[in-house]
Structures are given as structure tokens and as C-alpha cells.
């Protein structure tokens, strides 16, 4: 079952992904950086063509490489890829690119963390955390616009989170606890469609 989530999240990421890596990297002309591009065309993400992609020191390939495990689900290559990245070519433009795929990370994972609630709260904090933190380093990026998007889809996650722990709390005879949670996704994501059912589910206990 493992393989089917992440399968499908693989999916998803690389539908909500399209076109950036594209947009973003230059082509190179030497025999081995295209044997790597072509491989990576293919769709591969190891360990091994990581090595490889950090020895050849070549910002756009990293940056391409990077992009594929992302959308490949293989979110540590990732991970280390743009780590590298950011500590090797500080002074390039593209930058905040690579901060932006560093911030789809989390997301990501978030995203993966599927139907456990407990973990899409740990995720999601973290998520959120991370894009306000490229909004403040890079307040002009081209990107900004879809970190803002996703953010709001992170806050409507972590409320319906909240919200299903709260009526399993409830499930469990916990209501005391569920109440209190409800108040706080309530206050807490007040424009959330989850704090919308938080209001009637405790309209509904009085």
C-alpha cells in the first residue's frame, strides 16, 4: 500500500509542480551533463545519480535534479541536493528558485502524510513555518504567489486535522477534550470550512 501512496503522491506533486524546472534551467552541451539530464528526462532519482549531479558542480543540473525527486517523492535526495545547492552558489539569481523547492519539501510531505491527522499537524506546522520564511527572505520572488496559495491550503489542512481528532476524541467518549479542540480550531482557523463544522458540531452539544 506504501508504494500506491506514494505513487499517487508522486502524481500529484508533479501535476502541482509542472512547468518550474523547465522554466529554470539552462541547457548544457558536454557529453556527461547530458548523459545525466537524460537520465533524469527518464525520470530517475537515486542516491548514486545524486553523487554524480553534486560532483558535475553545475547549478542548473542541480536545481533540474532536484525538481525530479521532488516530483518523484524521494524527498531527502532532494533535500540534499538543494542543501548543496544553497551552500555552493550563493551569489546566483535563481536563488530563491531553489528556496522555493527547499519550502515544497515539507509541503510535500505534509501533502504525503495522507489520512493521520497526528502527522499532517507536525508536517503542516512545519510546512507553513518554512514558506513564511521564503516569503520574508524573498518578498519579490516570481514565486510568492504560489508559497501564498499553498500556505492557505496547509492552514484548511491542519484546521480539518484538528477537527477529525476532535470528533475522534468524541468517538472515544473524550468530550471535554473534543470541545476544547473545537474551540480552538475555531479560534485558531476561523475562516477554515473546518471551523465552520466546529461551530455546529458545538452548537449541536449545548
Known sequence: ?????????????????????????????????ADLRARLGMGQCTAELNAEVIAAQQPPLHLEAAYQCLTNAQLALSEELLADYQSRFVGRADQ???AYLAALV???RFELAGGDSQARLQQGR????????????????????EVATRMQS???????????????DAERGQLDRAKRRMRYLQDSYPRSTAATNAIAWLLDQE
Do not use: K, T
Open 96 to 98: 530563491d528558485y531553489a
Open 154 to 168: 496547509i492552514l484548511e489542512g491542519l484546521a480539518q486535522a484538528e477537527y477529525d481528532l476532535a470528533l475522534l
Open 1 to 33: 500500500m506504501g508504494s500506491v501512496v506514494r505513487s499517487a503522491g508522486a502524481l500529484v506533486l508533479a501535476m502541482a509542480l509542472g512547468g518550474c524546472a523547465a522554466s529554470q534551467v539552462s541547457p548544457q552541451s558536454e557529453s556527461a551533463l
Open 106 to 108: 515539507p509541503y510535500a
Open 126 to 145: 512545519i510546512a507553513h513555518a518554512r514558506m513564511v520564511e521564503f516569503v520574508r527572505q524573498y518578498p519579490q520572488s516570481q514565486y510568492r504567489s
